[in-house]
């Protein structure tokens, strides 16, 4: 069964700081797509950030980049330059090869401070 | 924003009833999913609609049903409302693909309310 885990609940970071998210995940498919979803309060999840388990270098997209670690099956979300408008719900997400469904985690709430 | 839309965006119902939420997809993309998402919880997975057909389903009973059509917009019903199907409904389209690559954009939500 795939599981994944985010132990943070909740996250605070000062405007201009970087934050780390933390995810864990578990499977035994070697092959599997790792995401990061952003929650705001409206609801709507937006897609961030995408690791295959086969890429050579960690994903980046802008200010978001995913620090992946193979062996330790962690798949953490970093933020650099916080802005306000980074506060929000966020998910990580696996999907496993040959499987239609995403399975999330249970969500890190962050807050960005002024 | 996503190109996926969803309807109602709120609904209240009371148990027993029965429910249709509307989804429809992102240009270009065949393949639409559902979830659910309780409060201060991640989205469950419901199913998948590929090419009209169900393709793949969750750990829902089978009073969660679900339509796709050929512009690949979809519905999800659900039969004999319970208390506990009070939740966010999520819709989500992605274009299918081989590997592991193929990234789901999710619309609004409904926010369903069961009394």
């Known amino acids: 069964a795939q599981k994944i885990t985010q132990t943070q609940p909740g996250m605070f970071v000062q405007e201009k700081e970087a934050v780390t998210l933390d995810c864990t995940y578990d499977t035994s498919d070697p092959s599997y797509g790792l995401f990061w979803y952003k929650q705001p309060s409206s609801g709507e999840m937006i897609f961030l950030i995408y690791?295959?388990?086969?890429?050579?270098q960690n994903a980046t997209e802008g200010r978001y980049s995913l620090n992946f670690q193979k062996a330790r099956k962690s798949a953490n979300l970093v933020i650099s330059a916080s802005q306000l408008g980074d506060s929000a719900m966020y998910f990580c997400a696996m999907r496993p090869p040959g499987s239609n469904q995403f399975y999330f985690g249970t969500g890190t709430s962050l807050t960005v401070i002024p | 924003e996503t190109g996926v839309t969803q309807s109602p965006t709120h609904l209240i119902k009371t148990r027993g009833q029965q429910v249709t939420l509307r989804c429809s997809s992102q240009s270009g993309h065949n393949t639409v999913s559902w979830y659910q998402q309780a409060l201060g919880q991640g989205p469950q997975f419901i199913f998948q609609?590929?090419?009209?057909?169900?393709?793949g389903r969750g750990n829902f009973p089978p009073r969660f049903s679900g339509l796709q059509f050929p512009n690949y917009s979809s519905e999800l019903n659900v039969n004999a409302l319970e208390l506990d199907d009070s939740a966010l409904y999520l819709c989500?389209?992605?274009?299918?693909?081989?590997?592991?690559?193929?990234?789901?954009?999710f619309g609004p939500g409904t926010r369903l309310l069961v009394l």
């Open positions: 609609y590929y090419r009209e057909e169900e393709n």
């Open positions: 989500a389209s992605s274009l299918r693909s081989s590997g592991g690559k193929e990234t789901q954009y």
């Open positions: 690791q295959g388990s086969y890429d050579q």
